[in-house]
């Protein structure tokens, strides 16, 4: 059985976990300018909730951190704005190509998309040069770092496949059948697939390569003959039983310059330096932020 592949970077997966909890801003905003509040919105037996108790309960659950999302976001693009610090398409693909390709942190999911990786990147990089704006880091350093990290910013090519593992033979031509019928690989995955760590996820193992070791190299051979969105033809033989390999992507090879990632390292080492004061919260005073919460405390 293949090993579960590694979770996304802290700092990336934090962003997409309040998908309820906008749900809950967008539908109180509406509230308010109706009269519905006594609404019944759930019977149990002769017991009602109303629309309000809903309203009230995910405010008390998620309201704070909801509103402290949403005022990080704007201080940060705030003082990106007041202190003339933008990032470059550039800087996002290749900062995205090393998630991909390196850290074999992307996947995409129906709350995940490849749109909202891009900006959260974005967001991380203005976050980080605001954070570390007044540190200096000296040349040697930087490229000193650069020597003893370059596995960090290069790759041989590599694809991203998602995979269906079953008992035996048999079964697996029942599940090409149904691909072939029209069902889709995800579902597929997820109805059928005995690995449970990638199962859940459409049978997606990330991105992989010649250097990966928890990979059948049977993959990656069967992943060079394949075209995008293809699966193979039969299944491929291997430990733990019959496996349907679709490759969803396939990314060149390359080598980061220094001075294509120099910037990139700058920020990692003075990040390093800040250490827990590396916080979005530090820079509410500068943006001059107020919150309900505040009074709230008061009370």
């Known amino acids: 059985m293949l090993k579960s592949k590694m979770l996304v970077p802290i700092v990336l997966i934090a962003v997409f976990v309040n998908c309820i909890v906008i749900a809950y801003v967008l539908t109180k905003s509406q509230v308010a300018s109706s009269s519905s509040d006594r609404e019944v919105i759930a019977n149990i037996g002769k017991n009602e909730i109303t629309r309000e108790e809903w309203l009230s309960k995910m405010e008390e659950r998620y309201g704070k951190s909801t509103l402290e999302d949403m005022i990080n976001d704007r201080v940060v693009d705030q ?26 942190s992307f996947y995409e999911d129906e709350s995940t998309t490849e749109k909202e990786w891009r900006e959260q990147i974005r967001h991380n990089i203005l976050l980080e040069e605001l954070l570390t704006k007044d540190i200096v880091i000296s040349e040697k350093e930087l490229k000193s ?34 691909l072939k019928g029209g069902s889709s690989f995800e579902a597929a995955a997820a109805e059928h697939s005995t690995d449970r760590y990638t199962a859940p996820y459409g049978g997606d193992l990330g991105f992989v390569n010649d250097q990966r070791d928890n990979v059948p190299s049977a993959y990656i051979e069967a992943a060079k003959q394949l075209k995008d969105n293809q699966w193979t033809a039969e299944p491929l033989k291997v430990s733990g039983g019959y496996a349907i390999l679709q490759r969803k992507e396939k990314l060149d090879g390359r080598a980061f310059t220094y001075n294509q990632v120099k910037s990139q390292i700058r920020r990692q080492i003075a990040m390093d330096q800040l250490g827990d004061k590396a916080s979005v919260k530090t820079l509410w005073k500068d943006a001059d932020v107020s919150w309900f919460y505040d009074a709230k405390n008061k009370d």
Do not use: C, G, M, P
């Open 79 to 104: 003082l990106a704005e007041k202190n003339k610090i933008s990032v470059s398409e550039a800087d996002i693909d290749r900062e995205f190509i090393l998630v991909k390709a390196v850290y074999n």
């Open 145 to 178: 770092f650069y020597q003893q990290n370059k596995t960090l910013y290069k790759f041989d090519d590599s694809y991203r496949l998602k995979h269906i593992v079953v008992k035996d033979k048999s079964e697996a031509e029942r599940v090409l059948q149904e």
